[in-house]
């Protein structure tokens, strides 16, 4: 489990295919104290630690997490938010993040709005029902809050700001409009959303 607070920005040094992608990801993370076999969710994917150096570790990633993650995410030089798995007693600062990707959602709208960054974002209508406004939403492993929401066909539309401190420290800063996004809904809206369609 994760919080969806960032903790480091690594970059993708080196990107082997071995029947799965095998990524090298480079850290500011002191080693030592990751374990072989930890968690870290990588731009909101939860990958599973398999080698590591000084400043670097190692994930495999499998096709089926390619298949449902943003693309061209986990190419050599990439960017990727950076958290470690939640300990307990850690400070909650974000919310419930399960490093499950539900969807790849897509920015439509990023403008400056009095130092924010405003951003709306548009995601698959099957999803709707688990984004409200007030709620909580990971995009790319980040805790934001969600503005306002609008289904429209196909799609729901919601909007988020970003803070200078949320852009400045995560792979967010100069975002624009075509970006695609790993999105993760809520945890309890995830179940609540299959408990009424298990009704229906």
């Known amino acids: ?13 080196k990107v082997e295919r071995k029947g799965d992608l ?26 599973t630690v398999v080698d590591k150096g000084d400043d670097w570790f190692a994930v495999d990633v499998s096709q089926e997490t390619v298949s449902k993650t943003a693309t061209g ?6 960017k990727l938010n950076l958290e470690r798995a939640l300990r307990v007693g850690d400070e909650l600062g974000g919310h419930i993040v399960t490093g499950h990707v539900d969807a790849v959602a897509a920015v439509t709208r990023a ?30 492993g980040v805790s934001l809050t969600v503005n306002a929401v609008e289904d429209a066909g196909d799609t729901t539309r919601f909007t988020v700001n970003l803070i200078p401190h ?5 792979t967010f800063g100069g975002i624009a409009a075509g970006r695609e996004l790993n999105l993760e809904i809520d945890v309890l809206a995830r179940y609540l959303k299959r408990m009424t369609d298990a009704r229906a």
Not at 30 to 47: F, H, K, N, P
Not at 73 to 78: F, H, K, Y
């Open 73 to 78: 995410l986990w190419a050599e030089g990439t």
């Open 111 to 140: 403008e400056e709005v009095g130092g924010s960054i405003d951003m709306t974002i548009e995601a698959p209508r099957a999803l709707g029902g688990g984004i409200a406004p007030k709620g909580s939403i990971a995009l790319d």
């Open 22 to 47: 095998r990524l090298t990801i480079g850290c500011d993370y002191d080693m030592e104290t990751v374990d072989l076999g930890a968690s870290i969710a990588c731009s909101g994917a939860c990958l």
């Open 166 to 170: 949320t852009a400045g420290h995560t």
């Open 1 to 13: 489990m994760f919080t969806g607070i960032i903790t480091d920005i690594g970059k993708v040094r």
